[in-house]
Structure formats: C-alpha cells, structure tokens
C-alpha cells in the first residue's frame, strides 16, 4: 500500500526554526518532494530529495533518509507569510511517475 | 511560471450535469497528470496522460471521467454527471522541466468545482 504520515498541524513563533516530519512506505520510490501549499491555492514547490542528506535552499531545507522511510523539511528564520500547509509528496516511479501526497501540516506562524 | 494555466478558477454545476476543466495553454509537455484535493483533504492522483494516451489513472478516475487533448496544446478534464461528491478543487500539473518528469511539477492555479 501507500502510506504517508506527518503532523496535521504545527505552531511556532516568528524568527524561530520548525521542523515538519514526514514518513513513508510506498511501493515505488524515485524522490520526494514538499510543497508549500495556501487555502485555496495550488501547491506550490519547495524542495526534492531523491539521494539521501540533505538540501539547502535558502531559508528552507529538506532531508531525506531513504533506508528509514523519513524526510523533514526544515524552515529557519520564520515569517508570518509561512503560515500554510506543508504537503510531503512521494513520487512513485515507473512509467507513470505520479505523486502520492500526505495530508500536509498546517503551520501557524504566530508573532 | 506559471507554466500550467486552468479555466475556469470557479464552477459551479448542478448534480447530473457535465463539466469540462480546462489546462491552457500546455506547450513542449509530454506528461500531464490531474490531481484533485476535495476540501480539507489531501491531494489525490486521478489521472496520468502521456503522449496522448493515459498512462495510469485512479480508482477514482471511474467512468464518469475522461481526458483529452483536442487541439495539441489544451489538456481537459471532462466529468459526464456530476455528483455532490465531485466537488473539490481539480489541479493540472506538468513536469518542470519540458518533457522530462522529474525533478518537480508545476500545478495549475486549479478549478473549484462545487456540485449542488
């Protein structure tokens, strides 16, 4: 089956540092990816990992454990605009490469 | 961006009817999929098209959904009769890059389909 887990919602102060967890156990397996997603806008990208460590972007960073079925997105130096839902989305290979999305987690930056 | 454009943003239908959503304009993309995201749920895979053809699709693609590509260039998404349960925000996406299915996608603005 395909199963992704991570937090529904999440709450941190502005200026600090919030990590978003994501796991997965999926039957295919070329990647992962986060999204940034606002009520009633589409998901927007963020980051992907296929190898394992870790990206940096700026103030957002993306690790990707494939052995442990486990990525998090990291997000420093926190706005109050990066209050969204956070989608971790798995991108299953093969012919069709589709994505198979969590529930997101929705952050709430307050001041 | 945004490389994926859709028409219309907003629809409102009555249960039973047809509605057709619309990708415009999509040039050099080769893959195109649909996702849809019902209120307050996750984003779910409906469909894939490659090439013309569908490459996979969903249990929830059932026979009331069909996608085309009429033209070469516009990608729809064409629902027959329309039941409560298909309202939900509709998202086109393509690769990022032109033809090439990885490294990310590009979703639509999407359409928001509210059956009454």
């Known amino acids: 089956g395909q199963n992704i887990d991570q937090p529904t919602e999440m709450t941190a102060t502005e200026g600090a540092i919030v990590q978003i967890n994501c796991t997965y156990q999926?039957?295919?397996?070329?990647?992962l990816f986060w999204y940034q997603q606002h009520a009633g806008e589409a998901p927007t990208f963020l980051s992907y990992n296929v190898l394992d460590g870790l990206e940096e972007k700026g103030r957002f960073s993306s690790f990707l454990s494939r052995s442990k079925g486990y990525s998090y997105l990291l997000l420093k130096e926190l706005q109050r605009k990066d209050s969204a839902s956070y989608l971790c989305a798995v991108s299953t290979g093969g012919a069709t490469n589709k994505l198979i999305f969590g529930t997101g987690t929705l952050l709430a930056v307050q001041p | 961006e945004p490389e994926v454009t859709q028409t219309p943003s907003h629809q409102v239908t009555q249960m039973g009817q047809e509605v057709i959503l619309r990708c415009v304009p999509i040039s050099n993309h080769l893959y195109f999929y649909w996702y849809r995201q019902i209120l307050g749920q996750k984003v779910e895979f409906l469909v894939s098209f490659y090439n013309n053809e569908i490459s996979e699709k969903s249990e929830i693609f059932d026979d009331q959904f069909s996608v085309e590509r009429p033209d070469g260039s516009n990608f729809t998404l064409k629902i027959r009769s329309t039941k409560l349960e298909d309202s939900a925000m509709y998202f086109c996406a393509a690769p990022r890059g032109t033809g090439d299915p990885t490294p990310g996608y590009t979703f639509g603005s999407g359409t928001r389909l509210t059956v009454v």
């Open positions: 999926t039957s295919g397996f070329n990647g």
